[in-house]
């Protein structure tokens, strides 16, 4: 849990995440539509989209969407496979900007992995209105807010047309986190 990464920002295309279970409460079935109306206003944008496996038949017909639209277009990568920590954490590494497609419940009720992983490793992203889960380490502007799919595409886009500014804020909140478990009374005594 104190791992971090140190983001650089090389001139490539900006690659938008999603990693996790594949659930309808964490936005799964909102990715083909997401993948569509982001690509209407940007050709540009790659895509990672990783889970192991489905949990519904909804969810199960949005997995045979994606791997359908993935053959379509390279831009669009699809990883079905269980990550031990070590392939997590290099599948981090290559997203940029990550939207929290989660209800609200879903985060309020169970262990936001998706949004703690972004802020250890610097990721920009979009957040369902209403969060107050790690307020106290979001305090620079590294994400931007959404209430609907159409809100968090014109946020990703916000955030990849100034995305320096974005990355720059995740840093720093970034360390802010650090700095807290450094000063963690249990990671003391394991030390």
Known sequence: ????????????????????????????????????????????????????KTSSKSTS????????????????????????????????QKIDIMPILHNNEEINNGNPSTIYSSITHEIP????????????????????????????VSQILKIENDYDKYLNAAKTNSKLLFEIFENDPLKKNIN
């Open 61 to 92: 017909i949005t997995s045979e969407k994606l791997f359908k639209m993935a053959e379509n277009n390279p831009k669009i990568k699809i990883l079905k496979a269980y990550l031990d920590y070590a392939d997590f954490r290099n599948t981090l």
């Open 1 to 52: 849990p104190w791992v971090f990464y140190n983001r650089i920002k090389i001139n490539k295309s900006i690659t938008i995440g999603y990693m996790g279970d594949a659930r309808e409460s964490r936005g799964f079935n909102l990715l083909p539509d997401l993948i569509n109306k982001l690509l209407d206003k940007n050709k540009n944008l790659d895509f990672l989209i990783q889970f192991a």
């Open 125 to 152: 992203m979009v957040l369902p209105q209403n969060l107050n889960y790690m307020k106290e380490v979001m305090v620079h502007k590294s994400f931007e807010i959404a209430s609907n799919l159409d809100g968090v």
